[in-house]
């Protein structure tokens, strides 16, 4: 419970995300000369080898003494990347390992610790997905980093791929210019604990986007810096000693580590920055801006092709006339749209804009209302394929279908019972509703009480499976009020149902693959599905509410932690989830 608290907390202060748009600078700028080698160190012999790799168009010179050999993998963008079919972008990813070994993970887009360079193209961020939505943030926020650059930061430094943990520090900030871009490196540790800042975390990190606004470069080497303990290990009482005086020790670590020289690391900085500044992305064959719109729904008029870029000629597929598209942006001339392509993604779809006609803009989900008689379903399975429709209505726009076999959650239904409104399924869109009918679109998981124990507190009800045993434990480490151990049997990760002291609206984690809105216990919040290597959790989240605000809780949730993705477990979540109700 201690840990997840902390995570809590820690994930409160990442993803400072701002709602801007930042206009990125495109005018040339000459590459940086490389940086003047330390008293301890003298400057890099001549580059060793080159890489060439002809379908990023990126190059960039590294020394196979130092960093081992060269694996590439070029991975196209994705709809389904990953057990939670989260979109990832088209990514180069090159990896450096020692002579012999051989590494072959089947997800590259994650920032490990561990010697790579990821090349990735921006324009594939466009789905509906939650994951898309805070890359693109990401991505404004470092547009207006980059215009001012400031030499300290005391909030998150945007980076993608995203990591399920928070930077724990930002020393040694220096920006850097590459040929083709620019960007910003820096000393990290990444934790979803308070813990000190160990060469066994440590990480030298560098981010940059290239002038014409197309791809991210992000470069990530281990490092070990002087005077830096060797592991994070800990006593109970040193655990507690720095809980209670956390920042002032990352403060105290940052003057440290800002304090040495490009010799009292390892590998030096000065052999790392010269990696980053031999970078070469030339300009693409056909450079374009994507001007981004609010999605709106269209239908293809006649018959028409797909096109890999808004003036390119190369086809990806052909849409049938009465097909429905979703737009969300357009070429800098407005002669062709861009949709989301028929798996999900956007990544490089376009269209004619008068093969359309647009016939609706995208509308906001409905909050759940319930299902009469039976309680709030909180997931259905689609027996057929059936339409899906832009409103409670078989008048609305038709926007996909749902497909036999799938399983969506439902945030609710329309007055009359009749609608369901759903999560959309591949991200095809932002707002979808399916029949309520029970012949094609069959509950398969709701509250209805029946084989529950209902558990009651002063402030807050819920009911667990009657297998499951419950413990109240004695609030604390951001906890308040109440705070609950589920006592899932089998299961010895995290499994709490607390009041906490954070405000909810600071809880976005930086691990998240999916995002549904998700009422608890009468009051608008939100699931998060979360994930990384070996790991999967679910969690439910709202504000506190009534009297438990001014007896300082910010937030009330419900988290689990298990090694795989368990969708029975996920179901019976979403149940408990939706049995809260709050007595205060």
Not at 10 to 29: G, H, M, P, Y
Not at 39 to 60: M, Y
Not at 514 to 520: G, L, M, N, V, W
Request: proline share 7%; hydrophobic share 40%; aromatic share 8%.
């Amino acid at each position: 419970m201690r840990q997840i608290v902390k995570q809590i907390m820690l994930l409160s202060l990442c993803l400072l995300l701002a709602a801007c748009t930042a206009e990125a600078n495109d005018s040339a700028v000459e590459p940086a000369k490389p940086p003047t080698p330390s008293a301890t160190e003298t400057a890099a012999p001549a580059i060793d080898s080159n890489i060439l790799l002809d379908s990023a168009g990126l190059t960039f010179r590294y020394d196979p003494i130092l960093m081992g050999n060269a694996q590439v993998q070029e991975i196209a963008a994705t709809a389904n990347q990953g057990m939670f079919e989260q979109p990832t972008p088209a990514h180069t990813w090159i990896g450096f390992v020692p002579g012999g070994i051989q590494r072959d993970f089947s997800n590259h887009w994650v920032l490990q610790r561990e010697p790579q360079i990821i090349f990735f193209n921006l324009n594939d961020f466009g789905s509906f997905a939650a994951s898309d939505e805070q890359a693109r943030q990401k991505i404004a926020l470092f547009q207006q980093l980059l215009a001012d650059r400031p030499d300290a930061f005391s909030d998150e430094i945007p980076v993608l791929p995203s990591i399920n943990a928070a930077q724990m520090i930002r020393a040694q900030v220096e920006w850097l210019d590459f040929s083709g871009g620019a960007g910003v490196r820096f000393v990290t540790a990444y934790s979803q604990d308070s813990a000190p800042v160990s060469n066994d975390q440590l990480m030298y990190v560098f981010f940059g986007i290239t002038h014409d606004r197309s791809h991210g470069v992000t470069v990530v080497f281990p490092l070990m810096a002087a005077g830096l303990p060797e592991t994070g290990q800990m006593s109970v009482a040193e655990d507690s000693a720095l809980s209670q005086n956390y920042a002032a020790e990352m403060t105290a670590t940052t003057a440290h580590i800002n304090g040495l020289g490009n010799g009292d690391f390892d590998p030096s900085l000065f052999r790392l920055d010269a990696l980053v500044q031999s970078i070469t992305v030339p300009p693409l064959a056909e450079e374009y801006v994507v001007v981004a719109e609010e999605p709106r729904h269209g239908q293809v008029l006649v018959d028409t092709l797909i096109y890999s870029a808004p003036g390119g000629d190369k086809t990806i597929a052909t849409l049938k006339a009465g097909e429905p598209v979703v737009i969300n942006g357009s070429s800098s001339d407005g002669r062709r749209s861009r949709i989301l392509c028929p798996d999900g993604t956007t990544r490089n779809c376009w269209v004619a804009v008068d093969a359309m006609q647009v016939t609706s803009l995208v509308e906001e989900p409905v909050s759940g209302v319930g299902m009469p008689g039976v309680g709030q379903v909180v997931q259905i399975a689609a027996l057929s394929d059936n339409s899906i429709h832009a409103a409670a209505s078989d008048k609305a726009t038709l926007i996909g279908v749902l497909r036999a076999g799938e399983a969506v959650e439902v945030f609710g239904s329309d007055e009359t019972g009749a609608w369901l409104n759903v999560a959309c399924p591949r991200g095809i869109a932002h707002s979808c509703w399916v029949a309520a009918d029970p012949a094609i679109n069959q509950p398969t998981g709701f509250f209805a009480g029946d084989g529950w124990q209902e558990i009651n507190t002063d402030y807050v009800s819920f009911r667990v499976p009657a297998d499951w045993e419950p413990t109240a434990l004695t609030p604390g480490y951001g906890s308040v009020l109440v705070d609950w151990h589920l006592g899932i049997p089998g299961l010895e990760g995290d499994q709490t149902l607390a009041f906490f002291v954070p405000p909810f609206e600071t809880l976005m984690p930086g691990d998240l693959v999916s995002e549904y809105p998700f009422e608890i216990g009468g009051q608008p919040g939100s699931k998060w599905v979360r994930a990384g290597e070996g790991y999967v959790s679910y969690d439910y989240y709202t504000t506190g509410t009534g009297g438990t605000v001014a007896a300082g809780a910010g937030s009330f949730g419900i988290h689990i932690t298990i090694p795989e993705a368990d969708p029975d477990l996920e179901s019976l979540m979403d149940m408990l989830a939706a049995s809260v109700v709050f007595n205060k």
